[in-house]
């Protein structure tokens, strides 16, 4: 076989790969509908519902990412810059200041990999903690902090797909 | 007749080497940049430059076999040692499957450019489907993963010819005809 024909065949192979991968993406990117008082909500795929008190009363989407401001740290374990958006502002976006109280509990979860992370508002809301979603490498958000309890990888929050917010 | 082993010690001890190193390397090497797969840059130099050295079948496999071992044990990663043994361990499958494809001349910049790239994406296609085989969501941000698959093809062809460049240059030393004498 000559070397123009394996070099051809090496990039079929990789146009396969990455197409196998945005096709899958893409089919699994359809629209979802979420349960509401209302009725069924159709959301964006990727987008994070947020509950209060079990209801359905927001989701945080993409285009919303435009009205916030960015934030970054250094963090400790492997000294990684981690950058994204603080909670608290993702927060502010969907409710008023007086519907969020400093001991109220939030719940950022991830279905996938079966884990969550409960802090209070007050947590978040301290800019010093950086409370905050970081983009992961295939597009999930991770919620990450510096706050002490909740500041290794091994507690970070990947691939998040839901914030609950316990207002009673 | 004795059977002579596939590799020899000396062999298993330079990969070994490079597999240490490519664990240290995405320690201790750290770039100020936010795009994914840079990494790749280090990684897949170390692979194909491995893969030159010892110009046997197997050999990028068995680097990244044993790095993938060594940075299981050792936590890295932060998606699970099962997500870091795999994602190590096919990129020097995928490099080897693309060397062997290519005719296994990894000084070639085209050759390199291609082992670096296809090995750095075999990775990523292993943390998505492990991502996607757990049902986790898709993409917050729209094109998050084709920019994400892009960093993975851009770094991957960077380190593949990072390696066919260093290969060039250890000949040009001498270090493959010091290599000979020794055998």
Known sequence: MEQKTRILIAVVILLLMVGIMVGVDAFRGRNTTMPSEGGDVELLAGSIPIYVDGEFVAAFVPSDLEKLEGASFVDDEEGKTQEGWLLRDVLGLYLSADELAPGMAITVSSSSREKSVTLTWGEIAEPENFVMFDLSGRGTLKLVSKLEGFDTRDDWVQDVDQIEVAAQ | ?183
């Open chain 2, 1 to 183: 007749m004795k059977k002579q082993p596939y590799f020899t010690t000396f062999e298993l001890i330079m990969l070994a080497l490079f597999s240490a190193l490519v664990v240290v390397a995405k320690i201790a090497l750290r770039m100020p940049l936010q795009l994914s797969g840079h990494s790749g840059i280090f990684w897949m130099a170390l692979v194909v430059a491995a893969a030159g050295i010892v110009p046997k079948r197997g050999a990028a496999s068995l680097v990244g076999l044993t790095s993938g071992i060594l940075a299981a044990f050792l936590g890295m990663g932060d998606l699970g040692a099962l997500n870091t043994f795999l994602s190590y361990t096919v990129i020097g499958i995928g490099s080897d499957l693309i060397l062997w494809l290519l005719g296994g001349d990894p000084e070639n910049l085209v050759v390199a450019g291609l082992v670096g790239t296809i090995g750095h994406t075999c990775k990523f296609l292993v943390k998505w489907a492990l991502g996607t085989l757990t049902g986790a969501p898709v993409g917050f941000v729209a094109l998050g993963l084709v920019r994400a698959v892009v960093g993975y093809i851009v770094f991957g062809a960077l380190g593949g010819i990072l390696g066919a460049l260093t290969l060039r240059a250890l000949r040009k030393a001498g270090f493959f005809a010091y290599l000979a004498e020794k055998k």
